[in-house]
């Protein structure tokens, strides 16, 4: 038998980095649009607000106040109906994305068990263990295991063969985007 992290080997493998990457751009730019939509909600708020404290203005006339009235009520409705556009939109998003993602994966989880198969039958391995899960106990399956048969790093570096520099360029832009925790602003 032989042993492999696959959990290592799908977080190390370029083409996940490169999803994550597609999948985080496709995030940002729903949540700008998403935030287009919150401003003009809360520019409608904003002016409901002003339309409601007008009508009931007593210094305005009774037909300026009914106006104001009115306009209220049609400022409130394109204020909810745009409450529903935006929570429809980012339900729609998210599902979109949750699909997105499932399709990368599965994709890149049969390459990945296809290289595994591959080496499995070069080198004569009658089964290949996945070490990385762990017992409905929540302990690992395999106590112990021969590290000489472990894997993990072969298919790590066959997997990404020719794609270095890429994956390091994507991980440059990952932990770039990382805040660190010990830069926490001073009150």
Known sequence: PAYVDMEKVFQ????????????????DTYREYAKTLAAQIDGLKDRFEDLLEASQNIVLAEEVREGKRQEAQLTLRDFENKKRQLQDYERHRKEELSKQYEKRRNTIIEEIALLVKNIAKTESYDVVFDISGKTLNGIPPFVYYDENKLITETL??????GHEDELRELRAEIEGEVEPLDNEPEE
Request: aromatic share 14%; charged share 40%; no cysteine.
């Open 12 to 27: 190390e493998y370029y083409k996940t980095a490169r999803a994550d990457k597609y999948l985080r751009e496709q995030t």
């Open 156 to 161: 790590i570096t066959e997997l990404n063969r």
